[in-house]
């Protein structure tokens, strides 16, 4: 089976510091790993992914993402905060080796910047 | 401008009325995929295609139906919508067909559902 965890319900960040969005999966194969961010009363967008090779992804609006395969995670992460920031962040898997057509997503986390 | 277009945005409706909601994508992508957000569960999956006349069950598919004629459209189908079935619905569209979804997910602006 394919899965992917979020361990915080919302995260806290002032503006201007740096954040971590936490994301762990699980897979019997390779993954393919994806953020995904929800503004209010929209649909989500896509802001990475890892496919293969560097195992750190850039992705939109500054963000990125660290691969780490011995650890199963897959962290999302931006220098330096923004008020604009605030969403709600999700991330999906898809285990590319064992069948699995489609992506798995988590349950998302809030992110909330203040000012 | 690439889009996936859901209608309709907000329904109100009552229990066991039947009803469709539609969903096209002008990207030409192969894969098209429908899920439900409910507070605290995240984003669950209804049902997917990897092509035309390909379909496939998600995770939560019960009450659920869907039809790929075209490779555009992929409607959702509630015959005989419940309580239960109240919540945010999105369609979503991507590349990759016969060997799955092998890059970014479009989602449609979401459909709010209310059944009464």
């Known amino acids: 089976a394919q899965s992917v965890a979020q361990p915080e319900d919302q995260v806290n960040v002032a503006e201007g510091n740096p954040l971590t969005v936490k994301c762990t999966y699980s897979?019997?194969?390779?993954?393919?790993l994806f953020w995904y961010v929800q503004y209010p009363n929209r649909g989500l967008q896509f802001l990475l992914k890892?496919?293969?090779?560097?195992?750190l992804v850039k992705g939109s609006y500054g963000f990125e993402a660290e691969f780490n395969k011995s650890q199963t995670s897959f962290h999302l992460k931006k220098p330096s905060a923004l008020v604009s920031d605030s969403a709600l962040y999700f991330c999906?898997?898809?285990?590319?080796?064992?069948?699995?057509?489609?992506?798995?997503f988590g349950k998302g986390t809030m992110l909330l910047v203040s000012p | 401008e690439a889009q996936v277009t859901q209608n309709p945005r907000y329904l109100i409706t009552v229990t066991g009325k039947k009803l469709t909601v539609t969903c096209s994508q002008n990207?030409?992508?192969?894969?098209m995929s429908w899920y439900r957000q409910d507070p605290g569960l995240g984003l669950r999956q209804i049902y997917y295609?990897?092509?035309?006349?390909?379909?496939d069950k998600g995770d939560v598919p019960e009450g659920y139906k869907v039809s790929r004629k075209e490779k555009r459209n992929f409607p959702l189908i509630l015959e005989s919508p419940s309580p239960n079935q109240t919540s945010l619905y999105f369609c979503?569209?991507?590349?990759?067909?016969?060997?799955?979804?092998?890059?970014?997910?479009?989602f449609g602006e979401g459909s709010r559902l209310t059944v009464l």
């Open positions: 979503a569209s991507g590349r990759g067909g016969g060997q799955g979804v092998t890059g970014e997910l479009f």
């Open positions: 897979v019997s194969g390779n993954p393919y």
């Open positions: 890892y496919i293969t090779g560097d195992n």
């Open positions: 999906a898997v898809r285990d590319r080796d064992s069948g699995y057509s489609t992506l798995t």
């Open positions: 990207m030409n992508h192969e894969y």
């Open positions: 295609s990897m092509n035309v006349e390909v379909t």
